[in-house]
C-alpha cells in the first residue's frame, strides 16, 4: 500500500508535540479524527508506532524511524509542488541565491536584459543552508562556497579567491602586510560549521564579527568578504598559503526550467 502523506503530517505532528490534543489543534482538525487517522496508518504500515499510558505518549522503535524518514519525506513532498507549481505557472520569476561577499549584480543585470520578461530576485543564503534552499525550490539557483554537499545537486565552478585572516583591530598580528598559516597555527580558531553540543552555531559574516572582535577566536574568510564587509574593530591581513575559496552556481539536478542554463551562461559570462 502507498504511504498517505496526509496520514504522515498527522504523525508528524504529533510525534513533535507527543500529545494528541495538541497535534489536534495545531492541524485545526478533531482529536479523535486525528487518532482515527494515526491508527489507519499503524495499520498501513503494521506497526505500531506510539506507546499510550498514562504517562502521555511515547514513540516506539517504528515511530522513531518513521519520524527521521517522515522529515525528509515531507521536505521533499513540498519542494515538489512547488516546483510543479512554478513549471505550471511559466518561467516568469527567478530566484538567485548568493553567500556573503559574491557580487552577482552583473549577472543579474545581464541575465535581466536577456528577459527582460522575467522577474529576476536576489536573496542571501549561508553555509548551513545553501544546499537546502535549493533542493526545496526557495531560491532557483545560487552561488554557494565549499564545502558543498553535493547529492541532488548540479555545480558550475565560476570562480576561486584568496582567504584573509580575519583579526581584533588590537590582535598582536594585526596590521602585518600579510601572514602565513604558520603564523596562525597557535591561534584560537573560530568553529562555526561543527560547533559542539551547547554551542550555538555561527552562520553569518555579523556573527563572526562579534566573535573575532570579542577574542573569540579569529577565521580565515574570502578576500571579497574583507572588501565589502568592514569594521574599526577588525583587522583583515592577507594569507598567500591558505587555501583558496571556490565559488560555484548551484541548482538543483532535475530542474527542467530553461532559465536555469540561461542564468549559468549569464554567470559565467560575468566572470569574464
Known amino acids: 500500500m502507498d504511504l498517505d502523506l496526509r496520514k504522515v503530517r498527522y504523525f508528524t505532528a504529533v510525534a513533535e508535540q507527543l500529545h494528541f490534543g495538541r497535534a489536534a489543534e495545531s492541524l485545526h482538525i478533531a482529536q479523535p479524527v486525528l487518532s482515527r487517522q ?13 506507546v ?80 537546502q534552499l535549493i533542493l526545496d525550490g526557495t531560491v532557483d539557483v545560487a552561488h554557494v562556497r565549499r ?34 598559516l604558520a603564523d596562525l597555527v597557535d591561534e584560537p580558531r573560530l568553529s562555526y560549521a561543527h560547533p559542539g553540543p551547547d554551542d550555538l552555531p555561527i552562520r553569518t559574516v555579523e556573527e563572526k564579527f562579534e566573535c573575532v572582535a570579542s577574542g573569540a577566536g ?11 564587509y568592514s569594521r574599526p574593530d577588525i583587522s ?19 530542474r527542467r526550467s530553461p532559465l536555469i542554463p540561461a542564468f549559468a551562461r549569464a554567470a559565467r559570462t560575468a566572470q569574464g
Open 38 to 50: 494515526i491508527r489507519a496508518l499503524e495499520k498501513d504500515l503494521d506497526a505500531a508506532l506510539f
Open 52 to 131: 499510550r499510558d498514562s504517562h502521555g505518549v511515547t514513540l516506539t522503535a517504528a515511530g522513531r524511524q518513521l519520524l527521521d524518514d517522515a522529515r525528509n519525506l515531507l521536505a521533499a513532498a513540498d519542494a515538489t509542488r512547488r516546483r510543479v507549481r512554478r513549471a505550471a505557472r511559466g518561467p516568469r520569476r527567478l530566484v538567485v541565491g548568493f553567500r556573503a561577499g559574491v557580487v552577482v549584480t552583473a549577472a543579474l543585470r545581464a541575465f535581466g536584459a536577456a528577459h527582460p520578461d522575467v522577474e529576476v530576485r536576489a536573496r542571501r543564503v549561508e553555509w548551513d543552508d545553501q544546499e
Open 147 to 180: 564545502p558543498v554537499r553535493e547529492q541532488g545537486l548540479k555545480l558550475l565552478p565560476l570562480f576561486t579567491e584568496a582567504r584573509v585572516a580575519m583579526l581584533p583591530a588590537d590582535h598582536r598580528l594585526a596590521g602585518k602586510h600579510e601572514l602565513s
Open 218 to 228: 579569529i577565521t580565515l574568510v574570502p578576500e571579497s568578504v574583507a572588501r565589502q
Open 236 to 254: 583583515y591581513v592577507p594569507v598567500p598559503d591558505a587555501e583558496r575559496d571556490e565559488v560555484l552556481l548551484a541548482w538543483e539536478a532535475s
